[in-house]
Each structure stands twice: as C-alpha cells, then as structure tokens.
C-alpha cells in the first residue's frame, strides 16, 4: 500500500508539473524566455527537470500528504481569454512616451465608429498574424501594424501604388516573392502578404537591431533610415527613432503604432470596447484541383461574394486559375460545406472564363471578333481603356469554350497585358516645293509614296508642280514635331481634319 501512494504522490507531481510554471517572486519570466528547471523534493530529495522532462525519482517513495500539495509554489496558466489577451501577453517592444503619442490616442479615442469597424474588419486576419509572429519569436505588437498602413483593408490602395493590408509598393512586393499579373496580385493575399512583412521586418530589425527604427524603415525605406543615422552620427547627435530627421508621416508612424498598443492595453482607460475577437482560427485553407470561377466558389462555400473577396482579396478577374492559386481561404465552417457541394457537383468544368494569348498586335475590335465577345465587354473584362491597341503576347480574360481546359501554370503565373496607344493621325495639306516629287515629299514626312499617291488621287511616280497642295495624313504626334519644319515653308498651311475622310484612307493612314 505505501509503494501505491508513495507512486500515486509522483504521478500528482508529474501533471502539475506538465500543466503548471514554477513562480519565481521579484524575477517575471518571459512567455518566450527558457523556463528554469521544476524542483520536486521526493523523499526529501530534489530532482530537478526542465520542461517537458519527466521527473524520475530515485531511491526509496513515499506517500505525500495533502497538506504538501497546497503549500507549493506552483501556479496554473490559463488560456488567454481572447485573442486580445494573448496580444497583450506578447507585447515585447519598448514603450515610446511622446506628445505625439499622446495626440495619436486622442485621435483614436475620439474616433468610437472608426475603431468599431477597423477592429471588427481585422477579426478574419488576426489570428493568423499573431500565430506567425509567435512562431517567428516576433513581438506582437507588430499584429497591430495593419491598422496603422490600411486600418486592415486587403484591397486598399495608396496614391504611391502600395496595396494591401500590409501596403506593398510593386518592386517590394516583387522582391519578396509576392505575384502581381492580372489574375492575382499577392500584395493582397492575407497569407502570402504576411509572410512577406514579416520577412520584411525581420529583415530591417536584423539591420537596425531597433524595432522603431525598423519600423521607421518599413515605412520611409531602409536607405533612407541609414541616411538619415549617418548624419546624425557625423553631427556627434544620438541615432535613437525620435533623434533623427524625418518626414511627418514616418515621424507619426511609430507614434500611431504605440496609440493602438495602449488601446488595446487598457482600453476603459480611453473609454473604448474592443469587440470579442476568439482565439481559434477564423478561416482554413481549401485545395483546388482545377480553375473555378469566384462566382461559384462563394455559392459552393455558402459564403457572400464580399465574405469570399475579404479571405481571397488577391483574385483580380472572376476566375481563380488552380496553377496559381491551388488554395482558398474559407471561414472554418465554410469550407467543409465547400467540399460537400463542390464533391456533389461532379467532375464537368467549374470556370466559364479562361485565357487567351494574342498572337499578333491587334485592335479591340479585332481581339474581340476573335474570341466572340462584343468590344465594349472584352474592353470591360480586361479594363482595357480607349484609343489602345493589344501588343502581341498579351493575355487576355475571355469566354471559356467547350474544348479549353485548365489554363497552364505558364500563363496562370506570368500573364500580362501590354497596351500600346493607337496612332491617331491628322489631315494635314502641304504645298509642294519646286521639283518635289511624290516619292520624296514621302520620305521628307515618313509615310510611303503609295500612301501620299493614294491619299491624293495621284501616281507615285508623278512630279508635283510648285505651289500643288498635297494632303497627307501625318500621326499627330509627328505633326507637332514637323510644326518647326512646316513653318519655315511659306508656301505651307495646316487644315483640321475632315469628317469625311473615307475609311480606306483611315486605315490605309494607320
């Protein structure tokens, strides 16, 4: 019997110890600092185990008596309630004390609406952000940093071109890795946009060694934080983030981040109430085996469009293309509905759009007489504005036939339209020189003899008489550059263009 109780008393030992942290009075410990080894006295002896560690006793047990239990120093650590909780337990960067902090919280306090619908928006991306950067050993307070660049739109976009939650610029975002085409553009994608920032700033933190001053540089370019130490140290003057020179909007950039911090440390204490943001996963990824139009995704998940966009705010056209993007976003209950309805939709064709790669510079007009659609729709799916031409190699949104499958990964990763404008030309009347010839009246304005004998009824061949008006039809941007030229002859005049020019010439002008 004293051998059962005497083993019974360690098994005690053992769960609290597996479930429990040691309180070391006047000494806190990091969540993320190493834990120092439990101590157990059995039978009088000491047996020290890191965490994790089984205590194995040595040498003769026996039994503990209760009151030994209630008298030892360990203490349970409980979940974190929300996931604002385990923000706030995370917080790892030194605290900035400045008037424009100060000013920066009086702006967000006074702001209820603003905080409301900022805070509820980052709800969906929240958990993912904290679980990396506890992952990485990052200070949490960086799961804030979305509120400061786009109050935590994906699809927000700077009058700089930065886009995303995170902000983007194009060359950053394509240095990191991030796809920009015209099927998707990852600077919005929550996942892979997140995993660039945080590379990012771990990046300048490894440079800088100061989280401010890494935050600086997120914001005004590394470049110009280094700058910016250099003079200061070739001045004698410190190199801290609020010793240096720099535009307002990175001066108020650290600022901002240390209002949300507070707020979200104390909120009663500016009278704010954070809504419940729950500590488990908001959505889950979903494998796609082949192209799927964003309409229908939403449908089979059950989801509104505007839900599905929030999770898949990279998809820039109505079809998702599985050789580029073979995951989803879904709300976690969504995605097993999903794969119910997607499963009872059978094998057929999920996409009605695919892709089509011009084989020649073509009008509007042309590209959509090839592909079946009217111009003004093909122009609408593809935001291709007026007066431009499609260069060869372009990719292009359109109707999906019987016959087209998939569209490949080569196309999926790398599409691109490239536009090129029209040459819009201008009826332009000169009068011949003496001894001008049609053939080098032509060369003189660079169009062909054929074209200048066309346009005026005439043989290519044919001597012009001094003084003959000749109507050519020049690009206008080639007009203006030849106004010096057309100046200097007298016997020279411009016309604006005719509304009855046939539209043989037009084209033949082209």
């Not at 019997?1 to 040691?22: D, E, F, H, P, R």
């Not at 603003?114 to 960086?142: A, D, N």
Request: proline letters at 7%; aromatic letters at 8%; one cysteine or more.
């Amino acid at each position: 019997m004293n051998v059962l109780m005497k083993y019974l008393g360690v098994a005690v030992l053992l769960w609290l110890t597996g479930c429990a942290s040691i309180d070391q009075p006047n000494s806190p410990i990091s969540a993320n600092a190493p834990q120092p080894p439990a101590t157990v006295q059995v039978d009088g002896a000491a047996i020290a185990a890191g965490p994790g560690q089984a205590i194995i006793p040595t040498g003769p047990l026996s039994p503990i008596a209760a009151s030994e239990l209630r008298s030892g120093t360990v203490t349970l650590q409980l979940p974190p309630a929300d996931l604002w909780e385990r923000i706030r337990r995370g917080f790892a960067m030194p605290d900035l004390d400045s008037d424009l902090v100060r000013d920066r919280e009086q702006w967000y306090a006074t702001r209820p609406d603003y905080m409301q619908r900022m805070t509820e928006r980052s709800s969906k991306y929240l958990f993912h952000i904290v679980e990396e950067l506890e992952v990485r050993g990052m200070p949490t307070e960086l799961a804030l940093l979305p509120y400061i660049e786009s109050a935590f739109n994906p699809q927000a976009v700077s009058v700089a071109k930065a886009a995303g939650m995170w902000q983007f610029m194009p060359a950053t975002g394509t240095y990191f890795e991030l796809k920009q085409n015209i099927f998707r553009d990852d600077r919005r994608d929550v996942l892979a946009s997140t995993r660039a920032a945080l590379d990012y700033l771990q990046k300048l933190y490894g440079m800088f060694g100061d989280w401010h001053l890494a935050l600086a540089a997120y914001n005004w370019g590394e470049g110009s934080v280094s700058r910016a130490i250099q003079r200061n140290q070739r001045a004698g003057l410190p190199t801290g983030y609020m010793d240096l020179s720099m535009p307002n909007e990175t001066r108020y950039y650290v600022p901002k981040l240390q209002a949300v911090k507070n707020i979200v440390a104390r909120p009663e204490r500016f009278s704010t109430e954070l809504p419940l943001i729950e500590n488990h996963p908001y959505f889950q990824m979903v494998d796609l085996a082949h192209d799927i139009d964003v309409a229908l995704a939403a449908q089979l998940a059950d989801v509104s469009p505007e839900d599905f966009r929030a999770l898949n705010p990279a998809m820039n056209k109505q079809v998702i293309l599985a050789a580029a993007t073979p995951q989803i976003l879904l709300p976690w209950d969504n995605a097993l509905v999903f794969k119910r309805n997607l499963d009872a939709r059978g094998k057929g064709q999920h996409a009605s759009w695919g892709a089509w790669a011009v084989p020649s510079t073509m009008t509007v007009a042309a590209a959509a007489e090839r592909v079946g659609m009217s111009e003004a729709e093909l122009r609408s799916v593809n935001n291709i504005p007026p007066r431009m031409l499609i260069k060869a190699g372009s990719v292009l949104v359109v109707p999906r036939s019987g016959k087209m499958g998939d569209v490949a990964s080569h196309l999926a990763d790398n599409a691109s339209l490239q536009l090129a404008p029209e040459i819009m030309t201008r009826r332009t009347v000169v009068k011949a020189a003496r001894k001008d010839t049609v053939a080098n009246l032509a060369r003189r304005y660079h169009v062909t003899a054929a074209q200048v004998a066309d346009w005026n009824d005439i043989s290519a061949t044919a001597a012009l008489r001094a003084g003959q008006a000749v109507t050519l039809f020049l690009p206008v941007r080639a007009s203006v550059a030849r106004k010096s030229v057309v100046a200097k002859r007298p016997a020279t005049r411009q016309v604006a263009p005719s509304a009855r020019q046939p539209v043989a010439k037009k084209r033949a002008a082209r």
